[in-house]
């Protein structure tokens, strides 16, 4: 893809989040956008990153380590964080603390004990977001809105992880309206567990197909791929 399509496609994202933030009554700067960018080359990442963007998202720990990694796409005086928006092993946990800024996939208490335990060796403080799973697919991964208050209650008790919000994935829909409801429930969740003193400012949710609806519904964070990158091969 030539530079000036992705240049293109970038500006073009963010016209549709500036433009959703202002119809929700919103400040469009309080939309995170996250560049997926599983499969796509590093020559491309350095080339977004000419166009001004800084964040952005991985879904497999073994494909972002090459790219963390990469002296390539490093820029002076300027950082580049790094998300993992994909299911993480625990035997991968370690790994996955060293590279990552932000984990928004924690899907179970024994993932965050593991996360945590590798935090602490490495003195840091890992930022997570716990990812709901709000739809009965089989393939989605998360923890279930049952079980969300214990997930926060225990995850909040590690001294080496800090809990910045939540995430979800709904199904996929062709009419991005359809994904409404599951963006809601998020942020009812949000909202209910910030009543009872949780603190919880971030809510992931949003892909090329549906961010707009997102954001209408709160989204601070938006994962986007092949709206920047084009289809992936
Ligand atoms: C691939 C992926 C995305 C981006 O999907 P697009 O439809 O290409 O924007 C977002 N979130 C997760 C968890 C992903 O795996």
């Known amino acids: ?22 119809r929700a009554g919103r400040n469009p700067y309080d939309v995170k956008l996250v560049a997926v960018t599983k ?13 001004g963007l800084r964040v952005f998202g991985e879904n497999r720990v073994q494909e972002a380590q090459k790219k963390v990694t990469s002296d390539e796409l490093r820029v002076a005086g ?21 590279l990552f ?24 403080i890992q930022r997570v977001l716990i ?25 909040t008790g590690m001294k080496n992880l800090r809990l910045e919000g939540l995430m979800t994935m709904p199904p996929f829909f062709d009419n991005p309206d359809m994904a409404r409801p599951f963006f809601r429930e998020l942020r009812e969740l949000r909202d209910n567990a910030e009543k009872s003193g949780y603190v919880l400012p971030e809510l992931s949710m949003g ?27």
């Open 1 to 22: 893809m030539k530079m000036t399509t992705l240049l293109e496609n970038i500006k073009n994202i963010y016209r549709k989040i500036s433009y959703a933030a202002l």
């Open 39 to 51: 499969t796509v080359s590093i020559e491309r990442i350095k080339e977004a990153i000419d166009c």
């Open 78 to 98: 300027s950082k580049i964080e790094w998300h993992l928006v994909g299911h993480l092993q625990k035997n991968k946990a370690k790994t996955a603390v060293q």
């Open 101 to 124: 800024d932000l984990i928004h996939s924690l899907d179970s208490i024994e993932l965050a004990q593991e996360i945590n335990k590798h935090a602490e060796k490495a003195g840091k």
């Open 131 to 155: 990812q709901v799973k709000l739809s009965e697919e089989e393939t989605k991964h998360g923890v279930p809105k049952e079980g969300l208050t214990a997930a926060m209650k225990a995850v």
């Open 207 to 233: 892909m090329t197909n549906d961010f707009e609806i997102a954001i209408l519904e709160g989204a601070t964070m938006v994962r986007i791929g092949t709206g920047i990158f084009g289809e992936r091969k």
